[in-house]
């Protein structure tokens, strides 16, 4: 139950983080600004070609709104729409063949996409410099990928600020320089980008020399959290579990790590486990802990198997039942899919634009959920 160190967060983030960002309903030649009063009338007109039925169309299937959620349907639509000159649905295109949703994964055809998106839209240029970063579909080039993220943060983009930041920080391409890293999650944050904020909070967390700010770091947490990011809930909900004379609402620790486990996060599965097992914030439940650890494991596959081999193989001696125990936590995976993709709450509109990054699915952190009890969440 301790924070990470920074480096190990951020390489995670700049090396397996699927890139996706929201944006704003643009003017298209051929759109009805006019919402259809039923889903046959949308359908009506997105098989016309209207594209922002296209769009709307595609987001409902993408997380089941009037429609049973269907994510091939919904990558038909931005297809079509993609297929028209739309950036937001090549953009979004390109994000669902990087991560393999509705389509078969292929890195090349999302690199092509968010090519295509990326000259007009910003977050567009952050997601391809992800792909460079990575060489994902693309032959690695880190300077073309500073190049872009440089770019998109001069138009504005708080995501470029917060991964302009972490290169300073790590020395990806140029020197390390933390005062330029800091600099730049600042400037993130004031972009609002939960990801900004999420990385100056660890950061402040880090500093050699100096005591840092609980404070300041629930605050950074707290937004970064309550736009859904899961880095931001699991951190959190850590940083609340280590700090328990912080102002905080009562649950609000187990809240977020159950949000955030929830949305596929093995390590906040894991720490649920820990808490359970422990007895800490909640009842000692061993049975609830070695279910927790079983689904840590599965959501982490190897990296998770290694750190909690130990743990099961005990549990599992003193926990009565221990085979149910693995169904129920598999049957609870089938009701929480790890997918990088969610459905983003904020001032974009997301009849349209549904998406934004996250590292995995993000659930709004309103749970009914029992901590020690994982069942179906209520959102």
Same mark, same amino acid.
């Given at each position: 139950m301790a924070f990470r160190s920074l480096p190990r967060h951020s390489i995670r983030w700049l090396s397996v983080v699927c890139l996706l960002g929201a944006i704003s309903a643009q003017a298209e030649p051929n759109t009805q600004d006019e919402h259809p009063a039923s889903v046959a009338e949308l359908q009506t007109k997105a098989a016309q070609g209207y594209v922002v039925q296209e769009l709307e169309l595609a987001a409902d299937y993408f997380v089941g709104r009037g429609v049973p959620r269907d994510l091939a349907q919904a990558a038909f639509w931005y297809r079509k729409a993609a297929d028209q000159g739309n950036p937001s649905a090549q953009m979004n295109l390109g994000y669902l063949y990087v991560s393999g949703i509705g389509v078969t994964? %292929? /890195?090349?055809? !999302?690199?092509?996409? $968010?090519?295509?998106?990326?000259?007009?839209? #910003?977050?567009?240029?952050v997601n391809l410099a992800s792909v460079y970063l990575r060489g994902i579909g693309v032959k690695q080039d880190t300077d073309e990928a500073l190049r872009l993220l440089r770019s998109a943060a001069e138009q504005g983009d708080g995501r470029a600020d917060a991964y302009l930041g972490l290169a300073n920080y790590l020395g990806s391409g140029m020197p390390v320089d933390r005062g330029a890293a800091e600099a730049w999650f600042i400037k993130g944050v004031r972009q609002n980008d939960p990801e900004a904020?999420?990385?100056?909070?660890?950061?402040?967390?880090?500093?050699? =020399?100096r005591a840092p700010d609980?404070?300041?770091e629930a605050e950074l947490l707290r937004r970064s959290a309550a736009s859904g990011y899961v880095e931001g809930m699991h951190s959190l909900g850590v940083l609340?579990?280590?700090? #328990? %004379?912080?102002?905080?609402?009562? =649950?609000?620790?187990? %809240?977020?790590?159950? !949000?955030?486990a929830s949305a596929g996060s093995w390590k906040s599965s894991l720490a649920m486990g820990v808490l359970a097992r422990d007895g800490r914030l909640m009842q000692q439940d061993k049975r609830a802990a070695y279910r927790w650890f079983r689904i840590a494991?599965?959501? =982490?596959?190897? #990296?998770?198997?290694?750190?909690?081999q130990g743990d099961l193989t005990r549990l599992s001696?003193?926990?009565?039942?221990?085979? !149910?125990?693995?169904?129920?936590?598999?049957?609870?995976?089938?009701?929480? /899919?790890?997918? %990088?993709?969610? !459905? $983003?709450?904020?001032?974009?509109? /997301?009849? $349209?634009? #549904?998406?934004q990054e996250v590292y995995a699915t993000a659930q709004a952190p309103n749970?009914?959920?029992?901590? =020690?009890?994982?069942?179906e969440q209520h959102n």
């Open positions: 994964r %292929d /890195p090349v055809e !999302a690199a092509k996409w $968010y090519r295509r998106a990326s000259s007009s839209i #910003p977050d567009a240029k904020a999420c990385m100056l909070a660890l950061w402040d967390a880090e500093q050699p =020399g609980l404070g300041r609340l579990v280590k700090h #328990p %004379d912080l102002p905080q609402e009562k =649950g609000e620790a187990t %809240d977020m790590l159950l !949000a955030a494991a599965l959501q =982490g596959g190897s #990296p998770a198997e290694s750190v909690l001696l003193s926990v009565p039942g221990s085979a !149910a125990t693995d169904q129920e936590a598999a049957a609870w995976l089938q009701v929480h /899919p790890n997918h %990088d993709v969610f !459905a $983003y709450k904020n001032e974009i509109n /997301p009849k $349209y634009f #549904p998406f749970v009914e959920e029992k901590a =020690g009890q994982p069942t």
